[in-house]
């Protein structure tokens, strides 16, 4: 019996290490990384595509940096690279980029609530537009490629809906019409095919409205006309 009190004091002194271990919950912290803004952008092949950073603008906010992608002289997308942590910026930048993304340039409108990120998200974009448009003047290829060109008309307000036509010319004649707004309409939607074939075949605004769709008709003459005015300047 004596013999036994040796083990039984062992057996208890291996469990205490058992009792007064604590297992581990197996949890970890995990900081995750600030979500940037995501681009948003036009369809259209990566192809060819030439991205520029804008300046960055300090603002009262913070600062204000975007990053463009053009497609020869098209905006195809626009990224945020820097902007103010508030809630207004963060609502605000989807409206200024698909804004920036229909009107092609930097003539945008200021999203209420986010004027100070308006102003610094103008300002970088047209650092940008700047810079592309100077590096394709002083591009070798620039002089090859002349004789291709794109042109939007100006935008033109109708009672039926904003009316802009795209003219694509080589050297001095009309090869293509693409419209990048119209009305949401049946017969402006009926009318765009004749009023693009009659300007093919007559290499001018000197279109007939289209029966049925008059207003259209006067927008598409305004904007073709502001096109072909723009090229031949």
Known sequence: MKRALPVLVLSVAGLIPVWRYEPSTGTTTEVAAPASTPSTSSTGSSSGSTVVKGTVVSTDKGDVQVEVTFEGGTITAVRMLRQPDHPQTTAAVPELIAETLEAQSADVDTVSGATITSDGYRESLQAAIDEQA????????????????????????????????????????????????????????????????????????????????????????????????????
């Open 134 to 233: 100077a590096a394709a003047a002083a591009s070798p290829s620039a002089s090859a490629s002349a004789a291709s060109q794109v042109v939007a008309g100006t935008t033109v307000s109708t009672e039926k809906g904003d009316v802009q036509v795209e003219v694509t010319f080589d050297g001095g004649t009309i090869t293509a019409v693409r419209m990048l707004r119209q009305p949401d309409h049946p017969q402006t939607t009926a009318a765009v095919p004749e009023l693009i074939a009659e300007t093919l075949e007559a290499q001018s605004a000197d279109v007939d409205t289209v029966s049925g769709a008059t207003i259209t008709s006067d927008g598409y003459r305004e904007s073709l006309q502001a096109a072909i005015d723009a090229k031949a300047a």
